[in-house]
């Protein structure tokens, strides 16, 4: 039998549940009892959700109550001193000091460094090692949470940060501190870890180390077999599935069949080749996890596609070795579609967020274990529903193409040299040596997200809320001129979000009601999706601008967000590289330039804080998307005359 699995699900509830609850706790309206109580609630749910649905595999301890690399950093007790922690299990107050420090009239502690999880949009904990740390297991959150759901009659697979991403993922402050010697100390908490799970009856346990899709070094690659040989000894019940995503694991793929585990889950959206790879050299005793249902972005999978890298899985391997799976956890998409009531029929039929996901898991599964007449039904509709896709006027735009083709393989420049363009820019704007501006928006007020709401809801007019706008707009602009900046800025008042303003005035993108994604903690965002050519129809930022620059003889920054960012913050259109889609979102931005240099705006801002983000995660794969990305950059920008300054 082929089997249908689940590596993680979203975190956050249908209706952000988690948020509510965290940020009551936090602020002192409910107690950690009740904290614990709604969170214990909503596992529930999401387990019985799964079971429901199907589900052979039901992940557990995929729930965090802020991120999961601080839950390990609980359970192996790498608590930072700073926190003066000295108790025998990791407490609700001492982990979030962790997470969010502490500012009191008492103490004022640092929270720990937060940083990007490979290249999602999810932030995670940075663990911190330190001079004489000692491991033990001080968080027994992944045994609890397995009890809980087999006290709910639920067998659950649960999950683990592995030992070496762990490390890998970490850093220290101290020369003589080097993250993977530490193994030794740290592997005894896992295998105690380990040892507790098949005490309370677990068989499966699913081992995520994502670090295996990167450049490894000899260290590395010696660390992983040292941690899983020993791991692979703790109890002849526990199955171990050693879980790889986010890419290609390339020359590490040898290594990761080497290891003595029973099971290895391979990322087959970002990287379909490693399916070939590992069939030919896979042991006669590994099972492999196939993920091929893409869990970071929004697009319904092409079942045919699926079910033919199944059929080629059981040629090789029988039906009782070939696992089911998204490509990665679930974390990174919106949690149920059915939510999206406003969606037109057709651009439903294109799409598919966690809930949906797992559908797509288990009809692939059933068809595999039954025969496709089983799902003749529902293969023909996802036929049919590509097919409208393809042929859809509303992704075509022939002038878009037209653009892109024309300018694609065409490098990007300014008209004359920088020393030229300094010489004009200084002649128009006689700024000092070191000019004082601010990067960006001023402050959301209450006063200003009040204004806000209230004008999308009907309760504030147009004219009203552009008189509010143009209020704060001038406060902002006299406030500048009065402590002496020398280039101002507007103050963004009239945006929520610097990519959610553009993408609402541009082409080809939707916004849903609830596609609530975590970034980190309570923190949650709603990605727009791109599902078609971009193009822009009309001037998004010139009027505002201009209302700007009207009340000062200063100079007014125009403020974009360039292309690479807008990409890397979205759902991106998976039917075309995503450098196609940049271009034209880069010459979205071209136009808008240009309309500001119209209007008299001499200086231009675009915002690229996401272009290091879209780095892929070999290094030998950079160049290629350097070239594109910084190429999207310089065409947006390059079209204004010498005498405009672009900053960013």
């Known amino acids: 039998m082929v089997y249908a699995t689940n590596l993680g699900y979203p975190r956050i509830g249908r209706k952000r549940e988690l948020k ?28 019985a959700l799964q079971q429901q649905l199907g589900l052979h595999h039901i992940p557990s301890n995929d729930f965090s109550l802020y991120d999961h690399v601080l839950d390990t950093i609980a359970m192996v007790c790498a608590v930072p001193e700073r926190y003066q922690w000295r108790g025998d299990r990791v407490d609700l107050s001492t982990y979030f000091a962790m997470a969010r420090g502490i500012q009191n009239q008492n103490a004022s502690i640092p929270a720990m460094e937060m940083t990007k999880w490979f ?51 970490g850093k220290s ?19 105690e870890v380990l040892r507790e799970l098949a005490v309370a009856g677990a068989e499966w346990i699913q081992l995520d180390e994502p670090c295996l899709a990167l450049d490894l070094d000899q260290a590395a690659q010696q660390a992983m077999q040292e941690a899983y040989i020993q791991l692979s000894t703790v109890s002849p019940r526990l199955r171990l599935l050693l879980a790889t995503y986010f890419g290609n694991l390339g020359e590490n793929l040898s290594l990761a069949l080497q290891l003595p585990v029973a099971g290895l889950h391979l990322d087959l959206v970002r990287a379909p080749e490693q399916l070939e790879q590992a069939l030919a050299r896979v042991p006669s005793t590994l099972s492999l996890s196939l993920g091929i249902i893409d869990g970071r972005n929004v697009w319904r999978t092409n079942l045919e596609q699926a079910l033919r890298m199944i059929e080629q899985a059981v040629q090789v391997l029988g039906t009782e070795r070939v696992l089911v799976a998204p490509s990665c956890s679930l974390l990174h998409v919106p949690l149920d579609l059915q939510q999206e009531v406003q969606l037109d029929d057709e651009l439903r039929s294109w799409l598919a967020f966690a809930q949906q996901k797992l559908d797509e898991v288990v009809l692939l ?74 990067i960006g928006s001023f402050p959301q007020t209450a006063e200003v997200r009040a204004a806000r709401a209230a004008h999308k809801s009907g309760k504030l007019s147009q004219d009203d809320y552009h008189a509010f706008l143009r209020k704060e707009i001038e406060r902002a602009i006299r406030f500048q001129e009065e402590i002496g900046l020398d280039v101002l800025v507007h103050g963004e008042f009239e945006r929520s979000d610097m990519v959610e303003y553009f993408g609402e005035q541009l082409d080809g993108f939707f916004f849903t009601q609830h596609g609530w994604v975590q970034s980190y903690g309570s923190r949650c965002v ?28 200063q100079p007014v920054k125009g403020m974009l967000t360039g292309p690479v960012t807008i990409l890397q913050w979205s759902f ?62 310089r065409l947006a920008s390059s079209v204004v005359r010498d005498e405009t300054q672009i900053h960013t």
């Open 173 to 191: 402050h101290h020369s003589g501190v080097s993250p993977l010697t530490l193994l030794p100390q740290l592997l005894p908490v896992y295998i």
């Open 572 to 633: 991106v259109r998976d039917d075309q590289p995503r450098e196609q889609t940049c271009y034209q979102l880069a010459l979205a931005m071209r136009d808008e330039v240009q309309d500001l240099e119209a209007a008299g705006i001499g200086i231009i801002q675009i915002d690229e804080p996401a272009l290091r983000e879209g780095l892929p995660l070999r290094h030998a794969e950079w160049s290629s998307y350097l070239t594109w990305a910084i190429n999207c950059f």
């Open 365 to 438: 599964t059933q068809g595999s274990n039954t025969g496709q007449e089983a799902i003749a039904s529902a293969l023909e509709a996802n036929r049919q529903a590509f097919a409208r896709r393809r042929g859809s006027s509303r992704i075509h735009n022939e002038d878009v193409t037209r653009r892109v083709q024309a300018i694609v393989d065409v490098p990007a420049r300014r008209q004359s040299p920088y020393v030229e363009r300094r010489q004009r820019q200084q002649e128009r704007f006689h700024l000092p040596l070191l000019p004082t501006t601010t």
């Open 526 to 553: 709603r990605p727009p999706i791109i599902y078609g050519d971009v193009a822009r129809q009309q001037p998004m930022t010139v009027a505002w601008s201009s209302y700007a620059q009207s009340l000062t003889e």
């Open 119 to 169: 290249d999602t949009n999810y932030h995670y904990i940075v663990p911190e090692f330190e001079q004489g740390m000692q491991f033990r297991f001080a968080s027994s959150k992944v045994v609890d949470e397995f009890k809980e759901a087999q006290e709910l009659g639920i067998h659950t697979r649960p999950v683990l940060l592995g030992p070496v991403s762990f490390l890998l993922l």
């Open 20 to 47: 509510k609850s965290l940020e009551q706790f936090w602020a002192g309206e409910l107690s950690e009892a009740a904290l614990l109580e709604q969170t214990a609630t909503q596992r529930k749910h999401t387990w």
